[in-house]
C-alpha cells in the first residue's frame, strides 16, 4: 500500500513488523482486526518480498499484500527489500526500519516470538527488538526524528510457550481467514508445491483449532497469543479479566 494516511495523523498506533507477507494475516491478523474495529491505526511491515517461495512470483505476492491489508483495515503496509530466507540482523537492516520507526511513530510494535521453527522469524524478534532501540537515539540520524515505541509485544502463535496474554479475536475470526486466503498464489489449491503446503481445507482446520485453544486459555472462543517481556501493572484487582475457577 502506498496511501499515506499520515497527513492526518501524525502517528500509528499498533505496528506489526514480520519476516514475511502472509506472517502477520497468521499471527496477529485478528489483532489488528479488533484494534482497527476500536478505531484505532494499523500498520504492516513486512520485511521481505517473498522472492524465495515455492509457490507465486513476488508480485503476486505484492498485489495479494495489498489485498490482505485491505480485508485487515489497515492505513499502510509496505515491504522493505531483506532476502528472503537469510534475514540478518545487521545494522544496515536496522537503519532501514528504525526509517519506518520515524515515520510512522507506532505507540505499539508486534513482532515474532523470538524462538521459531523459520530463522527468519527469530531473526525478526531480534532485528526488531534492536531497530526500536536504535529509533529512540537522537545521535542515530535518518533524517527524522528520534521515536521509541511504547510497548512491543511479541506474537507467539507458532511457538510452544505460555503467552502472556491473549486477544479475543472471536468476532474477527472469519475475516482473518478471508485476509490469508487473499494469497491465492500460496493457499488456493493447486499442483505446484502440493506436497509441501497442506490443502485449502486443512489451512482453515488448523488455523481455527489453533485460534480456538488459544482462546479456550482465556475464556473466549478465539484468540490470538502474545507474549510480553515486562511484569504487568494492576491497579484494580476487581476488575482482572479471565475467571480463575
Ligand atoms: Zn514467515
New binding site residues.
Given amino acids: 500500500m502506498t496511501a499515506d494516511p499520515l497527513h492526518d495523523r501524525p502517528s500509528i498506533d499498533v505496528l506489526a513488523i514480520a ?2 507477507r502472509d ?1 502477520v494475516e497468521q499471527t496477529c491478523g485478528g489483532t489488528l482486526l479488533r484494534m482497527a474495529s476500536r478505531g484505532l491505526l494499523t500498520a504492516i511491515l513486512d520485511l521481505t518480498q517473498g522472492e524465495a517461495g515455492t509457490r507465486g512470483t513476488a508480485g503476486d505476492r505484492a498485489r495479494e499484500a495489498d489485498e490482505a491489508a485491505r480485508i485487515l483495515g489497515v492505513s499502510w503496509r509496505q515491504a522493505l527489500d531483506l532476502p528472503d530466507g537469510a534475514i540478518e540482523n545487521s545494522l544496515e537492516n536496522r537503519i532501514k526500519i528504525v526509517r519506518v520507526l520515524r515515520l510512522l511513530r507506532p505507540r505499539v510494535v508486534i513482532l515474532p516470538y523470538w524462538q521459531a521453527r ?1 530463522p ?2 527469530a531473526v525478526v524478534a531480534t532485528l526488531g527488538y534492536e531497530a526500536c532501540f536504535l529509533s529512540g537515539l537522537t545521535k542515530v540520524d535518518t533524517g527524522a526524528g528520534p521515536h521509541r515505541p511504547f510497548k512491543i509485544v511479541y506474537a507467539s502463535l507458532y511457538a510452544d510457550v505460555r503467552p502472556s496474554f491473549i486477544v479475543d479475536i472471536a468476532p474477527f475470526i472469519q475475516q482473518r481467514h478471508a485476509a490469508l486466503m487473499a494469497y491465492r498464489s500460496q493457499y488456493v489449491n493447486q499442483a505446484a508445491g502440493s506436497s509441501l503446503f497442506v490443502p485449502e481445507e486443512e489451512i482453515r482446520e488448523r488455523t481455527f483449532a489453533e485460534a480456538r485453544h488459544y482462546g479456550l486459555l482465556a475464556g473466549v472462543r478465539y484468540g490470538e497469543p502474545f507474549v510480553q517481556k515486562e511484569v504487568g501493572l494492576v491497579d484494580d484487582l476487581t476488575l482482572l479479566p479471565v475467571q480463575s475457577i
Fill in positions: 519476516a514475511h506472517d523459520h527468519d522469524h
